[in-house]
């Protein structure tokens, strides 16, 4: 049994990874920032914490993360002004990082996007152009931390139905459906081959277990 606390617990994502993670035995909290969310994560069987990781410092959001075995990043701004995406999918997630490390967190998990790089390509002048900026910012901080960490890279989110088999071998991003990408950082939590690695990946033909372990 693992205890897996969820950054961002209220997202799409995350409230598929959420029962997955209490069915196979694991000790999961979601953190959410709204109290009206308690509902519906306690649905999930997770515990829920409620906390502003927005705005509490590191310090603050180690508090929160102490005594958890994992961290999954899997909260973002959701669009928005680039002001507030670069204060949460850039500024807040790199607190975390911080933070696991000053509370002794080792595995951190972030659930990032197919082409996230600092040679993303997107031009200033596009709306997608500062959740870009902001993810290759803190994949990078992530990549250079001393933590056990893996990036994923799911492509364009769809909210089909799971398959349970994805694409890591594609040059380009298509789909993944959310119920996938939450089977992807449930097997990756399991995986400890997954550490200190990137993967990006679509829906496929592959067994999830199977693809993330070959990378």
């Not at 693992?2 to 997955?20: C, E, F």
């Not at 139905?161 to 996938?180: H, K, L, Q």
């Amino acid at each position: 049994m693992a205890r897996i606390i969820i950054i961002g617990g209220h997202g799409k994502v995350s409230l598929l990874l959420a029962p997955l993670l209490v069915e196979r035995g694991d000790q999961v909290t979601s953190v959410v920032r709204n109290p009206e969310h308690v509902d519906d994560i306690a649905a999930t069987g997770a515990a829920v914490a409620v906390a502003d990781i927005e705005r509490l410092d590191v310090a603050g959001i180690a508090d929160v993360i102490a005594g958890y075995d994992a961290v999954v990043w899997s909260a973002g701004a959701g669009g928005g002004s680039p002001a507030r995406t670069y204060t949460v999918d850039r500024d807040a997630a790199i607190r975390t990082m911080d933070a696991a490390h000053d509370a002794g967190v080792a595995r951190f998990v972030m659930v990032s996007y197919f082409g996230a790089s600092p040679d993303h390509g997107v031009p200033p002048e596009n709306s997608f152009f500062a959740y870009a900026e902001a993810k290759a910012a803190a994949d990078e901080h992530l990549r250079a931390s001393s933590l056990e960490w893996t990036i994923l890279g799911p492509s364009g989110l769809t909210l089909e139905p799971p398959t349970w088999r994805i694409d890591v071998d594609a040059g380009e991003s298509a789909t993944v459906s959310r119920a996938d990408v939450a089977a992807v950082i449930a097997a990756t939590l399991a995986d400890p081959s997954t550490v200190r690695r990137s993967i990006r990946f679509n829906s496929g033909d592959v067994p999830i277990a199977e693809a993330i372990a070959r990378g």
